[in-house]
């Protein structure tokens, strides 16, 4: 695999990752989303192969063993997420920069792995409590997956030191615009 640059965006669940990477999907043609493979059921709205790549847990397992992930990781009890190599392959074959929107250990990952080809962005809230606001006014929680998110993004937010560069998200637009002059700094 000749290494290509990739962006790595990661942030605990409802810092704002998702809208700052579609932003840049829009503003900067030469990148390309690489698209996760999970073995959660979609959610409403989601599309397997445009929004994750739907796995059962059987099947995730038997690719794991089979070397099919640059990286993965048991989230929760049997829900795998990770990123194929076949995807990551297939963007740098139409000539792609490749975004990544992962967990933080799946971006620490991919940044051990692609090293100074990867820029590493830790998307942060301004606070937990802003973060615990942002996940209940989505609605898609019922109360103890809210407080494992807001556990698990309390423990995130002390890796964000290993990334190349911190974002908060304290005013999204802000942050899009910073975002959009890094990766544009560094693809060149």
Known sequence: ????????????SGAGKT???????????E??????ACSRNPRENEKDGKDYYFLSVDEFKSRINQSHFLEWEEVYSNMFYGTLIEEVERLWAEGKVII???????AL??????????LAIFVAPPSI?????????????NEESLNKR??????EMEFQSKFDVTVINDNLENSCHKSLNLVREFIG
Do not use: C, W
């Open 1 to 12: 695999m000749s290494y290509k640059k990739v962006i790595i965006f990661s942030a605990p």
């Open 19 to 29: 809208t700052i990477v579609k932003y840049l999907l829009e503003q900067i043609s």
């Open 31 to 36: 990148l390309s989303f690489s698209i996760s």
């Open 100 to 106: 990544f929107d992962v967990d933080v250990k799946g």
């Open 109 to 118: 990952a991919l940044k051990s792995h692609f090293k100074e080809n990867g």
């Open 129 to 141: 409590e802003t973060l615990e606001e942002r996940l209940r006014s989505r609605g898609t929680e």
């Open 150 to 155: 807001v556990s698990k993004a309390a423990s």
